[in-house]
């Protein structure tokens, strides 16, 4: 007697409770009045040209379901009951079946179904208060509610009727069962009760082809396959299909595969026949799928509305499973219920309290807003590219699909006549099925633009700090030759010459060795000519350069005008080539002025070059090399630097940016390495990052341990510190003094002798092996 | 093993037994092998413990039990060290497991599991033995570092393992509820929700109610919270989707947290400050602003000011602020006037608009449960309306636990006069 009290007690004190709530003011039902008063006025239609029609409600509804004859649809909401007649133009109101109820509003509907065969003028709405109604739409006169039946403690998720006997209805319900019933007689109570022994049922659906079979969905997550013959026993079978509550199920047309939808964003094909645990195809949608249902007329099709955030209706082929196919953007919020009434036409009702009847052509295709090919670089140069080599003309293309998934679900409906072999189940179960090739190809192109070798090699090489030009150019003319770059060694080489108070025989001597034929001219100037023919050649091999007989010709005539214009220069500043030829007498000051004149031009025209050739790590060096020699524009300077750095910063080469940094002469490059630089200080018993104050930090954070503390008195040592470097133990100056007074050996008791011994009688701290340091802690 | 420690903790619970026999507290055992992460579970979801705090926690060694006292949930927690074995013979396991509601056996997913699930699957027939009332939990924990597809791999796998076992032992009528569980987001309150829920007999009722002031009011989800938990006891019987969940929970820290705040300090200085909290969905700021609540809403001039954030306004009608004008006031006092109950405690309800036009509107129900509802804006408009069914609404959750207090004591008195005879007859 006491349980059944208990269980009687909910309902009673939810029904008089809330009768008391809706009895005061309820919205609701002065908008159904006012609904059913000015349904004409207030509704607007969007005819659309082609097929696209709009038909806006007064409140938001939950479910839709098309009549059997599909001449109706028929609407459900909180607050909410018609049934519509729908045709490409337009949307008609026929029955208000809210208007004239006896029910209150508490009877809304979570979902509604319409009946077939014997049942096809019935339609059944699951209410949130637990009761199932029945709706006769052909009675014109007193109640159109047929039946209410109060079985469910819960709330009722989803109704359901058999698909070719319209008189057997099955509900889903939250108080974790599902019931089913025989309409023919109205006064029996449900005639199976199926308990999943799991949490609340969000969904069920019959087995279009075998009947007696059903599919439910949990809100643990399972989907569960049961026998209506077999009512006693348990679930036949039972997946862990969703990570969260499963929302959805939807039989396949062939009656084999069920697809299951849940709020971990997922849609999973389930073959119901094998032993296999695992889904068959999984989609990956933006946000909680609420309802799916197989596209008519084409099985491998499944459309599907998310439950919050995405306002469209997505139909996804299984076997693409990363883009949707269609998307429906029609509604202003999400959208609730919808339902194929043929393969192309898609009625949906959702939040934003309009129903809308929509055609295939009417989607947009998602795959078409898409980039096919694509490209990126990354640092080093290279390049990765992806092409599409699909054709256009279909979404998923044959050829590509897999063999294995391919075959999986048109060859076992093939099969299916023959009660589905025992080798086909065997072959769809172990291996894992490759849902989806991407038709587009990639590869990575190593371009040849740029060499990340040599450059890092360079950049570690590369002297930049010397003062002397000389041994400057030497090292890296040296650098360059040995990594094969000879042409650039050729440059610092002339570079070298030219800022060298020259010695003509070791210059003579060097181009012979390079094999190079010389007019026996003047060396620097000449020099200087085939720099600048250097820089006029646009590229090739350094070795042809010298070799090209063109290059020769230039040669002459270069030659011949650079003569002209050396000659001048050196008219007005008495200095004669034949001069610096044979003098070494030159002081050192004298040259370098010398120099600078005389060379400012083609090192001009070398940095004019190599900034065209986007070559910054040449002209950065070339600048630091000859920092005291030449005069460049510092805007352009800056520019140099900070491009050279960040590449350096780039390719991680720090030590030779902070090195080029320093060595910059431009105060907002050297800013760089004052602002950003920060020194971490670790713990030394856990190495862990310790997190100090601007004072510094006493402990550390992680192991709580003092850092550096006084190996006598256990202490943070502030100020002077003393360690021995033999054992790194240390503490304060005056117990360290006190302690090797008297003894030799480390006070940690580590056994090392700290200790000089033949000095240990001599003055402290400066006669031993100690080492004092300040450390202000 | 040694049997120094079942001796010492054999006679604490039943000192514990004697105390608790008679009072109605379902019991929920936490169990599982040693570092599997119950006592972390506990602290986090019924201690308020940060969750990066329980690297720290010491292993433990004594069932360690705690009274929910100060949340609406009566319940015991009873936290035992996974290193004893409780079906040993000094333990007298029908005392531990007779009056048990809800078993939780807590798995390390990250680890090899399989010592677990044969823990589990004995703790599980041993259990069932003694008491057939056990509803029996397993969380699969600590799933965070597990990607999505491994995670239902792993829930898979152990539950065809002990669907297996349990198959082979003939005793598959034993329903096992599995969860993904992880102290770092809010799976493991849901996943508590859920075991709770279950042993909460008014759930139909509480669900059944919340439905229908869903329906009235326009609102989109209700959640009927444990205040100091976090934990929900009911929602409306649509999905629960997690967004929603995580915004209304965290609504409940931010509240407390002002709460805390107003304790010290007097009413008039809300107004002054200004804290800045973070939730999922960006920062949301908070200000007092009385003009705007009274004149119903028109206009969102917070909206314009903090881009991504929400507004808050929190209100509180305490009694302290007497010297507070504006006609709210009148309007709160005229509806707690109309509850009839003269508490001098503090009603809250607090209000945040969110910047995608959804508002989540918060009430107290009592002292230990909040209604926390989130709806669109337009339906926040009918505010009086709102407020009116809240009152009916809390009426109703008020007589349903008056009822099942009633009965509960009933029940205690029949089961000691029951008592009382058996000991009589045996006599």
Request: proline share 3%; hydrophobic share 30%; glycine share 6%.
């Amino acid at each position: 007697m006491k349980s059944m009290r208990l269980s009687n007690r909910p309902n009673s004190a939810g029904s008089t409770q809330s009768g008391r709530m809706q009895r005061i003011v309820s919205q609701a039902t002065a908008r159904l009045s006012s609904d059913t008063m000015h349904s004409d006025h207030s509704e607007y239609h969007d005819n659309g040209h082609n097929g696209l029609v709009r038909f806006r409600l007064q409140s938001p509804m939950t479910s839709i379901a098309i009549s059997p004859e599909k001449e109706a649809v028929a609407v459900a909401g909180r607050d909410v009951l018609k049934i519509l007649a729908v045709n490409s133009s337009q949307v008609r109101e026929i029955l208000n079946l809210r208007a004239g109820s006896h029910l209150s509003t508490n009877y809304n509907s979570n979902d509604v179904k319409w009946g077939n065969n014997a049942t096809k003028s019935k339609l059944a709405t699951a209410a949130t208060n637990g009761a199932i109604i029945l709706w006769d739409i052909n009675r014109t006169t007193g109640r159109r509610a047929e039946r209410v039946i109060n079985e469910h403690s819960r709330a009722v998720n989803r109704v359901c009727f058999q698909p070719d006997n319209g008189n057997i209805l099955l509900s889903a319900s939250q108080d974790g069962t599902m019931k089913c019933w025989d309409l023919r007689d109205p006064k029996l109570a449900s005639r199976y009760r199926f308990e999943g022994k799991s949490e609340s049922v969000r969904d069920v659906q019959f087995n279009p082809v075998h009947q007696h079979e059903f599919a439910a969905a949990f809100e643990m997550g399972t989907i569960q396959k049961w026998d209506m013959r077999n009512p006693k026993a348990l679930y036949e079978r039972k997946f862990s299909a969703h990570n969260g509550p499963c929302l959805t199920v939807d039989w396949h047309p062939s009656g084999r595969f069920v697809a299951s939808g849940g709020r971990d964003k997922t849609i999973k094909v389930w073959d119901m026949t094998t032993d296999s645990r695992r889904p068959m195809y999984t989609i990956r949608t933006m946000a909680a799928v609420s309802r799916i249902q197989w596209r008519p007329g084409y099985e491998h099709e499944i459309t599907s509305c998310a439950l919050s955030t995405d306002n469209r209706i997505h139909i996804w082929d299984i076997r693409r499973p990363h883009i949707a196919k269609y998307a429906f953007d029609v509604h202003d919020q999400t959208p609730t219920g919808f339902e194929w009434s043929n393969s192309d036409i898609l009625y949906s009702c959702g939040k934003d309290k309009t129903f809308v009847r929509q055609e295939i052509h009417h989607a947009y295709q998602p795959v078409n807003v898409l980039r096919r090919n694509g490209m990126g670089w990354n640092i080093q140069g290279d390049l990765a590219f992806t092409v599409d080599r699909s054709d256009r003309e279909s979404f998923v293309d044959e050829n590509l699909v897999p063999a294995k998934s391919a075959t999986t679900i048109t060859t076992t409906l093939s099969s299916q006549s023959k009660k589905w072999k025992k080798s086909n189940i065997k072959q769809s179960t172990e291996e894992d099925i490759v849902q989806y090739i991407p038709p587009q190809s990639c590869g990575i192109a190593h371009l040849p633009m740029f060499d990340f070798e040599a450059f890092s090699l360079f950049a570690e090489h590369y002297d930049i700090l010397s003062n002397d030009v000389l041994t400057c150019c030497e090292k890296n003319s040296d650098v360059a030759f040995k990594l094969g770059r000879y042409r650039t060694a050729q440059t610092w080489k002339i570079i070298a010459l030219l800022f060298q108070p020259g010695d003509t025989e070791d210059d003579e001597e060097e181009e012979e060795d390079e094999g190079i034929e010389e007019t026996k001219e003047n060396d620097k100037q000449q020099q200087a000519k085939q720099l600048s023919i250097l820089l006029q050649q646009e590229d090739g091999s350094s070795e042809s350069i010298y070799t090209s007989s063109e290059g020769n010709d230039d040669d002459d005539d270069a030659g011949d005008d650079d003569d002209d214009d050396d000659d001048d220069d050196d008219s007005q500043h008495s200095t004669d080539d034949s001069e610096t030829e044979s003098s070494v007498v030159y002081s050192e000051d004298m040259s370098h002025l010398w120099s600078t004149w005389q060379h400012q031009g083609v090192v001009d025209e070398l940095m004019d070059y190599y900034t065209e050739e986007g070559d910054v790590q040449m002209c950065v060096t070339l600048y630091l090399v000859l920092r005291h020699h030449i005069q460049v524009n510092s805007n352009r300077l800056e520019d140099w630097f900070s491009a050279y750095i960040d590449l350096l910063h780039r390719f991680k080469l720090w030590t030779t940016a902070t090195a080029v940094i320093n060595a910059c002469p431009i105060a907002r490059i050297r800013e760089r390495n004052e602002n950003a630089t920060t020194i971490n200080i670790a713990c030394n018993n856990c190495f862990k990052l310790v997190m100090g104050t601007t004072q510094g930090a006493w402990a550390c954070d992680k192991c709580h341990r003092l850092l550096n503390p006084c190996s006598i008195c256990h202490q943070t040592v502030r100020g002077l510190y003393v360690w021995c470097q033999g054992c790194n133990h240390g503490g304060h100056l005056e117990h360290m003094r006190e302690w090797f007074d008297n003894e030799d050996k480390c006070p940690t008791g580590c056994g090392h002798s700290c200790t000089l011994p033949s000095l240990v009688n001599s003055e402290l701290p400066s006669s031993n092996n100690y080492t004092n340091a300040m450390t202000t802690i | 093993m040694n049997y120094d420690y079942p001796h010492i903790n054999d006679s604490e619970i039943t000192d514990t037994l004697e105390d608790t026999t008679g009072s109605d507290k379902p019991r929920i055992l936490l169990m599982g092998l040693q570092r599997s992460g119950k006592s972390s579970i506990q602290r986090v979801v019924f201690g308020k413990m940060p969750p990066n705090d329980t690297l720290y926690l010491e292993s433990t060694t004594k069932i360690q039990k705690e009274d929910i006292t100060r949340s609406f949930i009566d319940f015991q927690i009873w936290d035992f060290p996974g290193q004893l074995n409780f079906f040993d013979v000094t333990y007298d396991s029908q005392e531990i497991f007779g009056a048990v509601g809800a078993l939780i056996f807590v798995i390390d997913a990250q680890d090899d599991y399989s010592d677990a699930l044969h823990r589990l699957f004995f703790t599980v027939t041993s259990a069932y033995r003694v008491n057939q009332n056990i509803s029996f939990e397993v969380l699969i924990h600590k799933v965070d570092g597990l990607s999505d597809d491994y995670k239902i791999d792993t829930q898979r796998d152990v539950q065809q393992r002990m669907g297996d076992m349990l198959a082979d032992a003939q005793m598959e009528h034993i329903h096992l509820s599995y969860y993904l569980t992880s102290i770092y987001d809010h799976s493991i309150y849901e996943a508590f929700s859920k075991i709770i829920q279950k042993l909460i007999r008014e759930l139909p009722t509480l669900e059944n109610l919340l439905n229908v002031l869903c329906q009235n009011s326009g609102i989109d989800k209700a959640y009927l919270f444990d205040t100091l938990t976090k934990i929900y006891i009911a929602t409306d019987s649509s999905p629960v989707d997690m967004q929603s969940y995580e915004l209304c929970s965290d609504m409940i820290d931010v509240i407390i947290d002002i709460e805390l705040k107003l304790i010290f300090h007097l009413f008039r200085f809300l107004k002054k400050i200004s804290a800045q909290v973070s939730s999922p969905n960006g920062r949301l700021s908070l200000s007092d602003d009385e003009e705007e609540y009274s004149n119903g809403n028109g206009g969102d001039p917070h909206h314009a000011v903090n881009g991504n954030g929400a507004s808050l306004r929190d209100h509180y009608d305490t009694d302290r602020d007497e010297d507070e004008d504006g006609d709210n006031q009148s309007q709160e006092q005229s509806l707690r006037r109309t509850d009839g109950v003269g508490q001098n405690e503090a009603e809250a309800s607090s209000l945040i608009k969110l910047d995608n036009g959804d508002v989540l509107y918060m009430r107290e129900v009592n002292r230990l449960l909040v209604l926390i509802c989130l709806l669109r804006h337009d339906n926040f408009e009918k505010h009086g309306l709102i407020d009116y069914n809240f009152q009916c609404f809390k009426e109703a959750v008020t007589e349903v636990f008056d009822f099942s207090q009633k009965r509960n004591n009933q029940q205690q008195q029949q089961q000691m006069v029951n008592l009382a005879q058996q000991q009589s007859s045996s006599e």
